[in-house]
């Protein structure tokens, strides 16, 4: 079946127009899972230059398929090109005034990690905290919280601001261990 999904092309219509960039963007996924990179890529800039054509680049599709070349970017180790794709999503939120939302503080969490792979301590800690802000104030009960909070712990070691990093660790790991006991309770 996923053979077929990644097969399909639509018949006897123009294949640049939107249905066909929301149908690239899961057959780019499916490809990243099977770890063709090459593949996913392709079909992920192909979506990304119809959203373009098209003037959509104000929607979630726009944000999600910048996401994806990003994270393949990422993969790739071309950290200025996955840069360049956040701080897009990030710019493209921010002008519309969109409320941030669980997607907006993983793109942060994944553009602090790109600085963070480069050794740019000082870059990542802004958008780990913009992340946290987040989940302070809408999921305080996430796993991604508890991870952003570990995430921001090493970026505050590596700028030597050990007794921050303790702290913000311990938050992190206190969320952890409440998270676990929260799921055994429910589940038990």
């Known amino acids: 079946m996923i053979d077929e999904l990644l097969s399909y092309q639509p018949e006897g219509e123009d294949t640049n127009n ?3 960039a929301r149908l690239l963007n899961p057959k780019a996924n499916l490809c990243l899972r099977r770890g063709d990179l090459e593949t996913a890529e392709r079909m992920t800039r192909k979506a990304l230059k119809i959203w373009e ?17 990003a994270n393949i970017c990422k993969l790739k180790k071309d950290y200025e090109e996955a840069e360049q794709l956040f701080l897009r999503i990030i710019e493209t939120h921010e002008r519309l005034k969109q409320e941030t939302t669980l997607h907006m ?9 790109v600085y963070e792979l480069q050794g740019k301590w000082d870059k990542a800690e802004p958008f780990y905290r913009k992340a946290l802000r987040f989940y302070e104030e809408k ?13 921001l712990a090493v970026v505050l070691e590596h700028l030597g ?3 921050e990093a303790d702290a913000t660790r311990a938050k992190g790991e206190a ?9 055994a309770s429910n589940n038990g």
């Not at 503080?105 to 990690?113: K, Q, R, S």
């Not at 999921?139 to 995430?151: Q, R, S, V």
């Open 139 to 151: 999921a305080p009960n996430h796993e991604h919280y508890a991870k952003a909070l570990g995430f």
């Open 53 to 69: 054509e098209h003037h959509t680049q104000d929607g979630s599709q726009f944000k999600i398929t910048l996401a994806t070349l």
């Open 105 to 113: 503080a993983v793109y942060y969490v994944n553009l602090a990690d």
């Open 18 to 20: 939107i249905y066909t």
């Open 161 to 163: 601001r050990q007794e």
């Open 175 to 183: 969320l952890k261990t409440r998270l676990r006991e929260n799921s």
